[in-house]
């Protein structure tokens, strides 16, 4: 094969790799917004059940019983999974205070 064959090779394959990069890169870049949006609204999500858990049980005074505090604690650790805190470790302080009933 002679030089100039060689470089336009080298040149082909040099434009389908950049092609291929710039491709995989506007993937990335879509995914990474798609799963920022999708944590932000788990993040949401989990905050509206701690808020709604801490009405029901601190503020309305209902019996907070193990299995559901159980499940408050895992939405918790979802929520401070995300580097979420706020009015939700407000909200979540506040229902471990709690007494349980059985």
């Not at 990474?32 to 701690?50: F, H, K, N, P, W």
């Not at 009405?55 to 580097?83: F, M, Q, S």
Request: proline share 1%.
């Amino acid at each position: 094969m002679g030089v100039v064959a060689q470089q336009v090779v080298s040149l082909v394959i040099a434009a389908l790799f950049g092609a291929l990069t710039g491709y995989l890169g506007g993937k990335v870049r879509r995914l990474t917004a798609r799963d920022r949006a999708i944590e932000q609204g788990i993040g949401i999500i989990l905050r509206r059940q701690l808020m709604e858990d801490y009405e029901t049980y601190a503020i309305n005074g209902e019996p907070l019983t193990v299995e559901k505090r159980r499940e408050i604690d895992e939405c918790w650790e979802a929520y401070h999974g995300l580097d979420l805190n706020g009015s939700g470790a407000k909200a979540y302080e506040a229902l471990c205070a709690l007494d349980m009933t059985l």
